[in-house]
Every structure is written in C-alpha cells, then in structure tokens.
C-alpha cells in the first residue's frame, strides 16, 4: 500500500476525515489519495493561515480534529499564527507538513528549511514520518496525541517519498485517555471554600463554558452566593436563552481589575489564572487581587463539567440553575455606531447560530446586548493573533452546515486572512460576515495612549491608519466570489443580516461604523 | 534616552532608513518614536509576509538592508515564508520582533510563544535585547551581521519595556567586514581548466549576475568558449540592451539536464551546486551530470565581481565582451497566451525597469521573450514561498521611486500577499502588476503529474482549481485601492501595460490567460 494511502485511511479510521489544505508538490500523493479514498473531504485554501483556523473552528465545534495539509517550512510559518490561536484555544489540530524526499533533503534545495524549528512553537506532539511502514501508526498517535484533553497541536512531517512509496499499511485508531476525575479531597477543599462567609469567584474556562458544566456552575452560584466569570478569550462560549448566563473577564486590565476587585477566594475551572493581556509601564501584570487565595477546582487535564457536577452535588442539591430568558433589544435604527450594531446582532441572531466575534474595539457592545438572544456559541480570538475569525468561521460552517455562522470581523483582522471568502464560495458555506470597517487599527490608537505615548505625532498615527485609501471590502469579497453589500445605517444591517441568513450560501455585509477612538 | 528612540536612530545611522512594518501593542513606542527620528520612514503592510517581501525587494536594489517591524511569534511565523526568500535570496533584511515586556513574559499571556524557534529558521543572526543600554549596540550589530556577505536575516527580538524605559544611549555604526578575496591560486587553477580542451561552464550566481560581474563573465567566454548559465531564480539579474545575455538554468530537472548535458567542468561563480527543485520518483536530485568535475571560483562570501574581473585579465586581456543588442518581438495581436503575454511584456519595457517575475506556469516564455528588451533588472522567486513577487515589488518601488517596476504574477501566488497593493496605494509607488488569471494551480496540475500521479481523479483536480467561483482580481485590487483593469486580449495589454506605465502610482492588469495544463 502507498505511504499517502495508508495515512489518509488511517486518519479516516481514527475520525479525521476533513483535511483543510493549500498542498505543494511534495504533498501531491496526499491530494491524489483523495480519490481513492472519498471519505476525506479535501477542503482548498488559498492561503495556510485559512486552512490552519478552519480546522480550529472545525474542532472548536465538533471536538474531534481535522488534518491541515501544508507545504514545507514556509507553508507552516504561513499557518503559524492560527495555530498559536488554535494552540492558546486548547484545540486539536492535526497538522501534516510535507517536506522534501528524504533523499533529497541533504541537497539543500530552495524550500529546504528546517521544519522542528518552527513546529515546536505551536505543537506538543511532533514528528517526522521516516518510512512507509511507519506512516499509518505515526497519523494514529498525532491523532491521540492531539485529542488528550485538553487537546492541543500535533505535528507530522511527511516527506514525499513516505508519501509515494509502498510498504504502508493501515494502523487502528489510538484509545484516547480520558481526561483526570478530579478527587474527593479537591471537590470537598472548594465546597468547604464556598461555604466561608468569604468572596469567592469560579473563573470559568475551557469546556466548564459549555452549557452541561454551565448549568452546575449556575447550581453553585444559586446555592452559595458565590460569582461566576468566564475567560476573556473563550474558544467557545455556549450563551443566550435557556442556557446559564455568565460574563467574561475585560480586555483591558483596568476592566479586568474592576470585576476581581474585592474577591478574597480565586477558584479556577478549566481556566487559566488571570493576567493582563499585554504590558503596560508602571501597570501590575497578575490581575488576582493583593491577598486573595488562589485554589485550583480543574484544569484543562481533568474532566472538568465532572467536577463542577460533583460539586453541584455536594453543594447544591436540589437547587435550579438560573437560565438565561429571552431579552433582546430595541430593533436599532438610526447611524451605525458600536452600539447600534451590537443591537442589529442581538436582534437578528437565529437559535443555535455560531458567532465568531473578531469586531476588536467595534465589538465591545456585543457580549451584553446578545445575552438575551436566542441560544448560541460564541468563539473568540484565543491567541491575540489576528485574522482567526473568517478562517474560523470558516471552519465552523463546515462542521456544522446546518447552522447559521455569523462572523463579526473588524477589517484591520479581516486583512490577514481575507482569502477565506474564497473557500466559503467554493464550499457555499453558510457563512454572513459583518465586516466592521472604521478604517483603522483603532484598538492600537487605543494601546498607543495606553502604553505611555500620550500625544502621538503623525507619523506614529500613520501607521495605525487604514484609510488613504480606503479599502471597499465590497468590492474585495466580490472578487472572491462571496456576494457583499454595504451599509450605512442600522435598519439597513438588520435588513441585510435578515436576508443574508435566509438565503443558503455565504454572504458579506460592510458596516461602516465609525472608530471609537 | 527612551530604548526605542536609541534603537531607531542608532538604525538610521547605519544606513536602516526605512521600515516595513505590521506593528501591535508590544511595538507602539518604536511607531511613537517615527515622530522623532523623522529620518526613519515607516512603511505600513496589512500583513505581515508583505512587510517581510518589501524589505526583500528593497534591499535587493539598494543593496542596502531595511528594516521589519513585526509583532511576536504568529508576527513573525506570518512573515517567515518571505523571510524564507529572502535567506534563499542572500538578502540583508534587519528583523525586528516586538516581544511582551521582560517582566510580563512569564505570565504566559495569550500572545507569549517561544520566538526563538521561529527566528531560528530562518535567522543567520539571533539576539533579544535585555535592557535599553544594550538596544543600540544591539541594533547595529544586527546591522552589521545582515550586511557581511552574501548578506541575511538578522531578528533582534525587542521587549516592550526595552523599548519603553530610559537608560539607553545611540551606538555607532559597526563596519562591516569586506567580502573574502578570492586567492590568485585559485583564480589560476580555474584559468588552467578553462584552457583546456574540454567542455567548461560558469555557472553564475548571486552578484555574479550583476552587469559589471556579467561583463567580465562574458569577456572570458568570449576568450576561452566557456559556456555561461544563470542560476534558476536569481535574486537579481540585470539584463537587456546593454547588457552581456545569460540563459538560467531550467526550473524543470529535465530541461535543467538538458542544459547541463555534455559539460566536463561546471565552475561555481557565486551560485550553489545544481540541484533538482523537488525530488520526483526516480529522478536524479544531483543535476551535475555523471563524472563532471565540479570546482567553485567563489562563494557567496567572497569579492565575485573581483574574482570574475581577475580571471578575466588573467584569460581575456584586451577582450570585449558580448552586449546584448535590442531585439523586440513583433507587437502581439489576438489571443492572450503565455506566447503573446511574454510579447506584451517585451514591447512595452522600458528602460531601466525592474521586473518582478512570479509568472510560475504563465511566465515561462518570459526570459526568451525579453532578452533584447530595453536593460531590466529581473527579480525572482528565490526559495520557492509563493507569495513573493507583490511584496517584493513593493520594496523594489520604495527603493527606487524613479523607475518603473512591472510585477508579472500568477494568480494562486498572488492571493498569499495580495494586501501588497494597498501598501502601493498607500505609499503611490510605481509598481504595475500584470496579474495572470489562468483559475488554476497550473504548475501543481503539472506536477501531479510529475511526480507519478498519472490520471489522477476529480477529487484531486479540484484542490488544483481556482475556479468555482472564478475570482476577479480586478475587483479586489479597487477595494484595496489599486485602480485595475481586466484584458483578454494582446493588443489590449500592451495598450494597458503602456497607459499604467505612463500613469504615475500602481496599477493592476487583469490578464487572462489559459492555463498551459
């Protein structure tokens, strides 16, 4: 059997059957493959950073990984950054590398490069594929390795002649360890922390958003008093009606700093403990408040929607989970502004519709006016890298085409990875993005003052400026193939977002909103 | 003095003048300090791998390197496929990477990665600099280990609070060393083979492809009946009227055996050994044919326009060498073909052009086409990262304002850098791209093929396929600001290429083209 088609089938067996790809000649016996064994859907990108957050949004929603195909180094370096976001999101991701032919790789040809280099900066499990023989069972273990919760990036290099060489044969899937119970000892520490005449917080994290581990948080919540606070940046929030409702850490540390201010018990779930984003001079980088007790319920390792059951149970017997009804805004007219398009979302979001927020500063408003929507998810941009949200979404439709995916997407971000669009109109995934254009980087006007630069000169302002010219985002998803309108005022996004999401296939929707800054 | 402000200036005073750059939060006081070092022209790109090609392209007309400002790890992994090139390239390029302040890097916030493996891969020259005391000296060192020859990529990683905090001082320009001079023994050994009785050629490289390294390459042909051969894709060839005519080595290994049939001594002027491009199923990786006698006259760290000029006075005292004398084509009529393309682009040349050459498929009636054009430089894809030419005609244009600079690039390749065009906009430079819309990965179709995929299936062929939906570059380059054009037709993109020629600020021509597969 060819080294290609013993590692297709095998990823199939092993649950991997979409491949997100913008493939090279070393990786042409992976793409060939594809006839022979039609249960891989091969998904084209144009661009690697597409192919990369597709298959984190594709496992964001459906938990299992897809494969990313790319070529060599550069192709990787290319798809680097939405696997840091993919990385920072805990999402598994099984990234195939093909590189030269073993044989030829000591010539030192032009794309040689050295792979690991760049690998080890995003991936917790990686490889080189050596032989035919060893191709199939190297594919299983990446898969495994990748789903060990809580997921992460596995890597395989493939050269070309493992790929076009016989000698293969298939491997069965790898068993994946379930993930850590968290002891009786741990479970009974907390309820008894919870039980103090103290202010206790559970920040909330990971898989402790989804709704199942949101509904025992709520129980805790209801029965003790305790707070409850996601994650700033979660990979996917499950909100709106029916489900509990819980807000999210600020961005900005000053925020941040204001929600945990006066918590004396820090109790973590599946989340990370809180830190300022970036650096600011004179400004404290841990955001825990002077004094307070910092005590770990679960980590990513553990089963986490386990452990806040279990201490729902020994805390909460018997109480209800608070649900989130429905509460949606004034339908908005009137200018486009931050807020008016906040409330054109909320009012228009369609039950069980995935939203992919990259809106930056324009999406500030979005979090409170949607909580009373119908029910959604919400992913966010994990690793800070932008350009993770058309390439996500993206990703999101092809796991779920029976949803609706609405992405809000600032157009500083949108520039990364703007090649999605492309993919979305070869697929006619259900996709409407709002592409937010202020014409600028305004989050980095906003960091420019905040860093200490307080009366930037023009040349500095230049270069956070998106304007001159301005670009017609318009006109550049046309030329991509995604049909685009613009619009100027509230009534008009709401009518557009109406049509868009009743009409199959992807669309694009220009909101001209000024910046907040 | 501010560490940024140390670094910028210390950058201008070794001869760093412009920066390409895709800055964020951990980079605002570098942008704050463009104010005060007016000297430093910033030079904004919407992504990063066009921040990374225009320094490319900048140094490799200037000669000199520029500088990139770029934001942590994903920056830099989106900047690394030109990165790539430009190593491939022996281009100096003076990597800046914004990192999170020293004391927040521990907190492992959503953007902290491990930078260093990145840089790695491509960096000849590695440092982060620890304190504002050190920036400067630090800078100018990067400076200076970009610059020895053959030239590459140095990344100084740059904490924020490096940046932000006082203490620091300006540093002086390091020298940089001069190139090695190639020893008479040498030079008189290969004068010896050259005058012997048997098949020799000088394969050129590097700034052996420059005119005056060219002229007295062409002297000794003229003398001995050596054969002369380019590299396959040279950084920088200059050509045309004028000019000694060098053919490259083929890209493809057959046509490269072909060329290099026959030859019993392949001397290395500034070039690498000849190699396959990719390895293919019982090919050869090796192009140098069997028993050759392979000798290098000098390398990239060596005097080689000095080393050509002594062996030529040591073999061809007294002789001229060949000039390329004007040779246009007939002006092309009808269909546009790679055949009337390549006419189109012969016509319409004007003097002391650059000409930016990512045709791939579409582009390989070019060279022949163009040979007796008016003198060109013809910049290349030099590591084999598609994506290369629209930000390397960007840099080219900020180097050199005056002349014109036409980029001939396919539209697979186009689509990793397209947001190249609003930079041209932005900074209304010369540059006028003929993009060729043939609606396929024309050259994957081929190497399919190649490398022993013979009739491979529907499946396969549709991840080679820019169609469904066809993509209308026109559109996308007015929404990035590009006033653009579409032709199918000879006459009409020789009418268009004059206009836009004529026309101060960028320009784009649609060209379509069918696919040579």
């Keep these: 059997m060819l080294g290609s088609h013993a590692l297709v089938r095998s990823l199939v067996d092993a649950g991997v059957d979409v491949c997100f790809m913008n493939p090279g000649t070393s990786e042409m016996h992976f793409v060939d493959a594809l006839d022979a064994i039609p249960e891989m859907r091969g998904v084209l990108a144009l661009f690697e950073g597409v192919a990369t957050g597709a298959a984190d949004g594709y496992a964001r929603i459906t938990g299992r990984p897809a494969a990313v195909l790319l070529h060599l180094g550069p192709g990787l370096g290319n798809g680097l950054a939405n696997l840091h976001n993919a990385r920072r999101a805990k999402t598994p991701v099984v990234c195939i590398v093909g590189a030269h032919a073993t044989h030829h790789e000591h010539y030192d040809a032009p794309l040689q490069s050295d792979i690991m280099t760049v690998a080890h900066n995003v991936s917790a499990w990686v490889k080189t594929s050596g032989h035919p023989r060893d191709v199939a069972a190297d594919a299983v273990d990446a898969v495994a390795a990748a789903r060990r919760a809580p997921g992460s990036v596995s890597t395989l290099v493939l050269p070309a002649d493992v790929s076009w060489n016989e000698g293969a044969s298939t491997a069965a899937p790898r068993a994946v360890p379930a993930p850590d ?26 898989v402790a958003l989804h709704e199942r581990a949101l509904r025992a948080a709520s129980r805790i919540a209801a029965a003790t008093g305790v707070k409850l606070l996601a994650e700033t940046f979660p990979a996917r929030l499950e909100r709106g009606v029916g489900v509990p409702a819980v807000d999210r850490l600020g961005y900005l540390a000053e925020q941040a700093e204001h929600q945990l201010s006066g918590v004396q018990n820090l109790v973590l779930v599946g989340a990370r403990w809180p830190v300022s984003f ?17 005590e770990t319920l679960a980590d990513g390792s553990h089963d986490v929607t386990r452990a806040l059951e279990d201490l729902a149970a020994a ?26 398009l906040a409330a054109a979302l909320a009012v228009t979001i369609p039950e069980d519709a995935i939203v992919v927020d990259e809106a930056n500063t324009s999406g500030f408003m979005i979090p409170s006016a949607t909580a009373g929507s119908p029910r959604h998810d919400v992913l966010t941009l994990t690793g800070g890298a932008i350009g993770q949200g058309m390439p996500v979404a993206t990703g999101a439709a092809v796991a779920a085409p029976d949803r609706a995916v609405i992405n809000v997407q600032a157009d500083g971000s949108a520039l990364y990875t703007i090649q999605s669009l492309w993919t979305q109109a070869r697929e006619q995934l259900n996709v409407t993005t709002v592409l937010v254009n202020n014409g600028a980087y305004a989050i980095l006007r906003m960091e420019l003052q905040r860093v200490g630069a307080a009366t930037p000169g023009p040349r500095a302002m230049d270069m956070l400026d998106l304007s001159r010219p301005d670009m017609n985002f318009t006109e550049i998803s046309r030329g991509l193939g995604v049909p685009a309108v613009r619009v100027s005022t509230a009534e008009a996004l709401v009518a ?4 868009a999401l009743a009409e199959p296939g992807p669309h694009l929707i220009e909101a001209m909103v000024p910046p907040i800054v």
Excluded: C, N, W
């Excluded at 968290?182 to 909330?204: K, N």
């Excluded at 909460?316 to 931050?338: I, K, N, R």
């Design 181 to 206: 119970v968290v002891g009786t000892e741990v479970i009974d520490a907390v309820a008894a922390l919870l039980h103090r005449d103290e202010t206790t917080m559970l920040m909330l994290g990971g």
């Design 315 to 340: 805390v909460a017997a018997g109480v209800e989970p608070v649900l989130q009804a429905l509460a949606l805004p004034e339908e908005p007219a009137g200018e486009l502004t931050v807020q008016t």
């Design 496 to 499: 557009e977002l109406r049509r």
């Design 278 to 294: 970036f650096a600011y001079p004179g400004k404290k980088s841990d955001l825990v408040p002077e004094g307070a007790h910092v």
